[in-house]
Protein backbone atom coordinates (compact mmCIF):
# COMPACT_ATOMS: atom_id res chain seq x y z
CA UNK A 1 0.00 0.00 0.00
CA UNK A 2 1.27 3.39 -0.94
CA UNK A 3 0.70 5.15 2.17
CA UNK A 4 2.75 2.19 4.08
CA UNK A 5 5.59 2.10 1.61
CA UNK A 6 5.99 5.95 1.95
CA UNK A 7 6.33 6.16 5.63
CA UNK A 8 8.78 3.42 5.81
CA UNK A 9 10.82 5.55 2.89
CA UNK A 10 10.93 8.42 5.40
CA UNK A 11 11.91 6.48 8.61
CA UNK A 12 14.57 4.75 6.25
CA UNK A 13 15.49 8.56 5.01
CA UNK A 14 16.25 9.38 8.59
CA UNK A 15 13.63 12.34 8.32
CA UNK A 16 11.99 14.37 11.02
CA UNK A 17 9.38 16.51 11.31
CA UNK A 18 10.04 20.50 12.20
CA UNK A 19 7.51 22.03 13.68
CA UNK A 20 5.28 24.18 11.22
CA UNK A 21 6.93 27.48 11.33
CA UNK A 22 5.46 29.58 8.59
CA UNK A 23 2.16 28.03 7.47
CA UNK A 24 -0.05 31.35 6.08
CA UNK A 25 -4.32 30.74 6.31
CA UNK A 26 -5.60 32.82 3.73
CA UNK A 27 -9.15 33.40 3.29
CA UNK A 28 -9.50 29.96 5.20
CA UNK A 29 -12.61 29.44 7.10
CA UNK A 30 -11.46 27.66 10.19
CA UNK A 31 -14.63 28.61 11.96
CA UNK A 32 -16.48 26.36 9.71
CA UNK A 33 -13.90 23.34 10.27
CA UNK A 34 -15.33 20.09 12.40
CA UNK A 35 -13.71 18.60 15.51
CA UNK A 36 -12.13 15.66 14.21
CA UNK A 37 -9.61 16.51 11.20
CA UNK A 38 -8.30 12.61 11.34
CA UNK A 39 -9.26 10.83 7.63
CA UNK A 40 -12.06 9.26 7.42
CA UNK A 41 -12.15 5.82 6.43
CA UNK A 42 -15.64 4.72 4.53
CA UNK A 43 -17.54 5.80 1.39
CA UNK A 44 -18.47 9.29 2.97
CA UNK A 45 -15.08 10.54 3.10
CA UNK A 46 -14.90 12.27 -0.57
CA UNK A 47 -18.25 13.68 0.10
CA UNK A 48 -17.31 14.81 3.80
CA UNK A 49 -14.44 17.10 1.72
CA UNK A 50 -16.90 19.12 -0.26
CA UNK A 51 -19.66 18.88 2.14
CA UNK A 52 -19.62 22.31 3.41
CA UNK A 53 -22.50 24.61 1.45
CA UNK A 54 -21.80 27.98 4.13
CA UNK A 55 -19.11 28.89 2.75
CA UNK A 56 -16.59 29.08 0.03
CA UNK A 57 -14.43 26.21 -1.06
CA UNK A 58 -10.60 26.09 0.08
CA UNK A 59 -8.03 25.75 -2.20
CA UNK A 60 -4.54 24.54 -0.53
CA UNK A 61 -1.75 26.00 -2.48
CA UNK A 62 1.97 24.86 -1.81
CA UNK A 63 5.18 25.98 -2.85
CA UNK A 64 7.71 23.08 -2.80
CA UNK A 65 10.82 23.32 -1.08
CA UNK A 66 12.12 26.60 0.63
CA UNK A 67 14.60 27.77 3.17
CA UNK A 68 17.30 25.42 3.45
CA UNK A 69 15.99 23.00 0.80
CA UNK A 70 16.72 25.05 -2.72
CA UNK A 71 15.42 22.27 -4.75
CA UNK A 72 16.36 21.92 -7.76
CA UNK A 73 19.47 24.86 -8.99
CA UNK A 74 19.77 25.61 -13.15
CA UNK A 75 19.86 25.65 -15.86
CA UNK A 76 22.74 23.42 -17.28
CA UNK A 77 25.21 25.82 -19.54
CA UNK A 78 24.78 29.25 -18.17
CA UNK A 79 26.21 31.18 -15.89
CA UNK A 80 22.72 32.85 -14.23
CA UNK A 81 21.66 30.45 -11.91
CA UNK A 82 17.83 30.27 -10.81
CA UNK A 83 16.41 28.28 -7.33
CA UNK A 84 13.35 26.04 -7.40
CA UNK A 85 12.32 27.13 -4.10
CA UNK A 86 11.96 30.95 -5.37
CA UNK A 87 9.77 29.87 -8.90
CA UNK A 88 7.28 27.54 -6.67
CA UNK A 89 6.71 30.31 -4.67
CA UNK A 90 6.46 32.99 -7.03
CA UNK A 91 3.69 31.12 -8.71
CA UNK A 92 2.09 29.83 -5.81
CA UNK A 93 1.51 33.33 -4.73
CA UNK A 94 0.08 34.75 -8.77
CA UNK A 95 -2.10 31.45 -8.25
CA UNK A 96 -3.54 32.40 -4.34
CA UNK A 97 -4.29 35.57 -5.65
CA UNK A 98 -6.04 34.17 -9.28
CA UNK A 99 -7.94 32.10 -7.02
CA UNK A 100 -9.22 34.11 -4.48
CA UNK A 101 -10.27 37.12 -6.99
CA UNK A 102 -13.19 34.30 -8.39
CA UNK A 103 -14.10 33.76 -5.00
CA UNK A 104 -12.11 30.57 -3.51
CA UNK A 105 -10.62 30.62 -0.31
CA UNK A 106 -6.78 29.60 -0.29
CA UNK A 107 -4.54 28.61 2.59
CA UNK A 108 -0.87 28.65 1.55
CA UNK A 109 1.58 26.20 2.92
CA UNK A 110 4.45 29.27 2.98
CA UNK A 111 4.82 32.64 2.00
CA UNK A 112 8.47 33.31 2.87
CA UNK A 113 11.85 31.25 1.98
CA UNK A 114 11.24 28.94 4.61
CA UNK A 115 11.15 25.29 5.29
CA UNK A 116 7.80 23.37 5.78
CA UNK A 117 8.07 19.23 6.69
CA UNK A 118 6.46 17.85 3.72
CA UNK A 119 4.27 15.72 6.01
CA UNK A 120 3.02 19.06 8.09
CA UNK A 121 2.33 20.58 4.20
CA UNK A 122 -0.98 17.76 4.10
CA UNK A 123 -1.85 18.17 7.98
CA UNK A 124 -2.27 22.07 7.29
CA UNK A 125 -4.40 21.32 4.92
CA UNK A 126 -6.58 18.40 6.46
CA UNK A 127 -6.70 21.10 9.68
CA UNK A 128 -8.18 23.98 7.41
CA UNK A 129 -10.38 21.18 6.05
CA UNK A 130 -9.03 21.97 2.09
CA UNK A 131 -11.41 20.92 -1.00
CA UNK A 132 -7.69 20.71 -2.87
CA UNK A 133 -4.13 20.26 -2.34
CA UNK A 134 -1.80 21.74 -5.26
CA UNK A 135 1.84 21.67 -4.67
CA UNK A 136 4.31 24.06 -7.30
CA UNK A 137 7.59 22.23 -8.30
CA UNK A 138 9.77 22.49 -10.83
CA UNK A 139 11.63 19.55 -12.91
CA UNK A 140 15.48 18.68 -13.33
CA UNK A 141 16.57 16.53 -15.99
CA UNK A 142 19.39 13.66 -14.50
CA UNK A 143 22.95 14.38 -15.34
CA UNK A 144 23.31 10.79 -16.58
CA UNK A 145 20.89 11.65 -19.65
CA UNK A 146 22.21 12.59 -23.07
CA UNK A 147 21.92 16.08 -23.59
CA UNK A 148 20.28 16.65 -20.10
CA UNK A 149 20.06 20.47 -20.99
CA UNK A 150 17.67 19.85 -23.76
CA UNK A 151 15.24 18.04 -21.85
CA UNK A 152 11.78 19.86 -21.25
CA UNK A 153 7.96 19.80 -20.62
CA UNK A 154 5.74 20.18 -17.97
CA UNK A 155 3.81 17.33 -16.29
CA UNK A 156 1.28 17.00 -13.40
CA UNK A 157 1.29 13.96 -11.07
CA UNK A 158 -1.14 12.11 -8.69
CA UNK A 159 -0.54 9.96 -5.83
CA UNK A 160 -0.01 6.92 -6.54
CA UNK A 161 2.65 3.57 -7.16
CA UNK A 162 4.91 5.07 -9.80
CA UNK A 163 4.84 3.15 -13.38
CA UNK A 164 7.64 4.29 -15.48
CA UNK A 165 11.08 4.81 -14.14
CA UNK A 166 11.15 8.20 -15.18
CA UNK A 167 8.19 9.16 -12.44
CA UNK A 168 10.16 7.08 -9.70
CA UNK A 169 13.07 9.48 -10.71
CA UNK A 170 11.11 12.54 -10.06
CA UNK A 171 9.53 10.86 -7.16
CA UNK A 172 12.99 10.49 -5.45
CA UNK A 173 13.85 13.49 -6.23
CA UNK A 174 11.46 15.60 -4.88
CA UNK A 175 11.18 13.27 -1.83
CA UNK A 176 14.58 13.98 -0.68
CA UNK A 177 13.09 17.19 0.64
CA UNK A 178 13.04 15.26 4.00
CA UNK A 179 16.69 15.35 4.66
CA UNK A 180 16.45 18.79 5.25
CA UNK A 181 13.96 18.32 8.39
CA UNK A 182 14.71 18.53 11.65
CA UNK A 183 13.32 18.02 15.14
CA UNK A 184 11.79 14.93 16.87
CA UNK A 185 10.51 12.38 14.46
CA UNK A 186 6.57 11.38 15.29
CA UNK A 187 6.15 7.99 16.36
CA UNK A 188 2.62 7.74 16.41
CA UNK A 189 2.01 5.91 13.39
CA UNK A 190 1.53 2.52 13.38
CA UNK A 191 0.55 -0.46 10.26
CA UNK A 192 -3.34 -0.17 11.31
CA UNK A 193 -2.94 3.65 10.52
CA UNK A 194 -0.88 3.42 7.51
CA UNK A 195 -4.04 1.08 6.32
CA UNK A 196 -6.21 3.52 7.19
CA UNK A 197 -4.31 6.31 5.28
CA UNK A 198 -4.38 4.23 1.97
CA UNK A 199 -7.93 3.88 2.39
CA UNK A 200 -8.52 7.06 2.40
CA UNK A 201 -5.72 8.00 0.04
CA UNK A 202 -7.66 5.57 -2.33
CA UNK A 203 -10.74 7.19 -1.96
CA UNK A 204 -9.67 10.51 -3.39
CA UNK A 205 -7.59 8.67 -6.39
CA UNK A 206 -10.26 8.87 -9.24
CA UNK A 207 -10.86 12.98 -8.70
CA UNK A 208 -6.91 13.75 -8.31
CA UNK A 209 -6.37 11.70 -11.57
CA UNK A 210 -9.15 14.16 -13.08
CA UNK A 211 -7.83 17.27 -11.46
CA UNK A 212 -4.51 16.03 -13.10
CA UNK A 213 -6.20 15.78 -16.49
CA UNK A 214 -7.50 19.56 -16.37
CA UNK A 215 -4.47 21.19 -14.97
CA UNK A 216 -2.35 19.73 -17.61
CA UNK A 217 -4.69 20.67 -20.38
CA UNK A 218 -4.52 24.47 -19.37
CA UNK A 219 -0.98 24.52 -19.12
CA UNK A 220 -1.06 23.18 -23.19
CA UNK A 221 -2.29 26.37 -23.67
CA UNK A 222 0.41 28.38 -21.90
CA UNK A 223 3.58 26.34 -21.38
CA UNK A 224 5.80 26.41 -24.43
CA UNK A 225 7.49 23.18 -24.09
CA UNK A 226 6.06 19.26 -24.94
CA UNK A 227 3.27 18.59 -22.42
CA UNK A 228 4.46 15.23 -20.29
CA UNK A 229 1.08 13.61 -19.14
CA UNK A 230 -0.40 12.76 -16.20
CA UNK A 231 1.42 10.39 -14.12
CA UNK A 232 1.37 9.09 -10.49
CA UNK A 233 4.49 8.40 -8.10
CA UNK A 234 4.49 8.04 -4.43
CA UNK A 235 4.97 11.84 -3.38
CA UNK A 236 5.58 12.50 0.62
CA UNK A 237 4.29 15.71 0.12
CA UNK A 238 0.95 14.39 -1.64
CA UNK A 239 0.59 11.67 1.13
CA UNK A 240 -0.60 13.26 4.04
CA UNK A 241 -3.51 15.67 2.13
CA UNK A 242 -6.69 13.65 2.61
CA UNK A 243 -8.12 15.30 -0.35
CA UNK A 244 -7.75 15.37 -4.11
CA UNK A 245 -4.38 16.42 -4.36
CA UNK A 246 -1.69 17.17 -7.34
CA UNK A 247 1.90 17.65 -7.65
CA UNK A 248 2.70 19.89 -11.15
CA UNK A 249 5.88 20.21 -12.13
CA UNK A 250 5.78 23.46 -14.76
CA UNK A 251 8.70 22.92 -16.35
CA UNK A 252 12.58 22.00 -16.64
CA UNK A 253 14.64 24.53 -14.88
CA UNK A 254 17.90 22.90 -16.33
CA UNK A 255 16.83 23.82 -19.32
CA UNK A 256 17.46 27.07 -20.25
CA UNK A 257 14.68 28.52 -22.76
CA UNK A 258 12.76 26.77 -19.88
CA UNK A 259 13.86 28.17 -16.53
CA UNK A 260 13.64 31.68 -18.76
CA UNK A 261 10.16 31.55 -19.19
CA UNK A 262 9.52 29.85 -16.01
CA UNK A 263 11.08 32.61 -14.02
CA UNK A 264 9.50 35.47 -16.25
CA UNK A 265 7.38 37.54 -13.97
CA UNK A 266 4.46 37.75 -16.75
CA UNK A 267 4.97 33.73 -17.79
CA UNK A 268 4.27 32.88 -14.17
CA UNK A 269 1.14 34.89 -14.02
CA UNK A 270 0.29 32.85 -17.07
CA UNK A 271 1.04 29.35 -15.59
CA UNK A 272 -0.97 30.38 -12.36
CA UNK A 273 -3.79 31.78 -14.43
CA UNK A 274 -3.96 27.99 -16.15
CA UNK A 275 -3.96 26.29 -13.15
CA UNK A 276 -6.77 28.67 -11.46
CA UNK A 277 -8.47 27.72 -14.45
CA UNK A 278 -8.42 24.04 -14.45
CA UNK A 279 -9.11 24.28 -10.66
CA UNK A 280 -12.49 26.14 -11.63
CA UNK A 281 -13.25 23.69 -13.67
CA UNK A 282 -12.87 20.91 -12.13
CA UNK A 283 -14.61 22.48 -9.25
CA UNK A 284 -17.70 22.99 -11.09
CA UNK A 285 -17.74 19.64 -12.67
CA UNK A 286 -17.62 18.10 -9.17
CA UNK A 287 -20.43 20.68 -7.49
CA UNK A 288 -22.69 19.57 -10.69
CA UNK A 289 -21.98 15.97 -9.92
CA UNK A 290 -22.46 16.53 -6.34
CA UNK A 291 -25.90 17.91 -7.42
CA UNK A 292 -27.07 15.37 -9.21
CA UNK A 293 -26.46 12.81 -6.91
CA UNK A 294 -29.31 15.16 -4.56
CA UNK A 295 -32.13 15.20 -6.58
Known sequence: MIAALLAVTYLMAGAAAPPVAD???VD?????AMADTAPQAGADSLARTFRRDDHKRIVVVDAGHGGPDNGMTGPIGTRWKMHEKDVTLAVAKQLASELRSRG????MTRTTDTLIALSDRGR???DHHGDLFISIHVNAANPAWNHPGAARGFETYFLAEARTED????????NQSVRFETGVQAAKDDPLNFIIND?????HLRESSELASLIQAHLGDVEPGPSRG???AGFLVL?????????????FGTNADEARFITNKANQRKLADAIADATQEYLGRYERRLGSTRR
Open 23 to 25: AAW
Open 239 to 251: VTAYMPAVLVEIG
Open 167 to 174: ARRVERME
Open 124 to 126: IAN
Open 28 to 32: AAPQH
Open 230 to 232: VKQ
Open 199 to 203: MAQNE
Open 104 to 107: LGVV
